[in-house]
């Protein structure tokens, strides 16, 4: 079983900052790509940024509304994923959730697994 724990949503004002967290917990042979997407009432889910594992690089990529004012990092040894989130925009009100491509068994395939999602609320100043 693996679990994916989100933290760190809640209400700002606009222009404000917020850091959300991801843990992921259980059986886990290795965790690829770890992504944080959002999804706004009404809207499609969307991805908002995703980083790679240390072995491909840690490379980082990020949707454009968001790319300056975003960054994404982890914590390789305690297997979470974090987003820093800075210059927060009404628009960005969603619920925001961790993705995590993990293997839990030596011959078994890699799973994509999900959080729960963490509500980000962002109003006018």
């Known amino acids: 079983q693996v679990q994916l724990v989100e933290s760190g949503g809640g209400l700002v004002q606009a222009g404000g900052s917020l850091r959300l967290s991801c843990a992921a917990s259980?059986?886990?042979?290795?965790?690829?790509?770890m992504a944080w997407y959002r999804q706004a009432p009404g809207k499609q889910r969307e991805l908002v940024a995703a980083?790679?594992?240390?072995?491909?690089?840690?490379?980082?990529n990020y949707a454009d509304s968001v790319k300056v004012r975003f960054t994404i990092s982890r914590d390789y040894a305690k297997n979470t994923v974090f987003l820093l989130m800075n210059s927060l925009e009404p628009e960005d009100t969603a619920v925001y959730y961790c993705?995590?491509?993990?293997?839990?068994?030596?011959?078994?395939?890699?799973?994509?697994?999900w959080g729960q999602g963490t509500q980000v609320v962002t109003v006018s100043s």
């Open positions: 993705a995590a491509d993990i293997k839990t068994a030596n011959w078994g395939p890699i799973r994509r697994y």
């Open positions: 259980g059986t886990i042979i290795r965790i690829n790509t």
């Open positions: 980083i790679t594992s240390a072995a491909s690089g840690g490379n980082a």
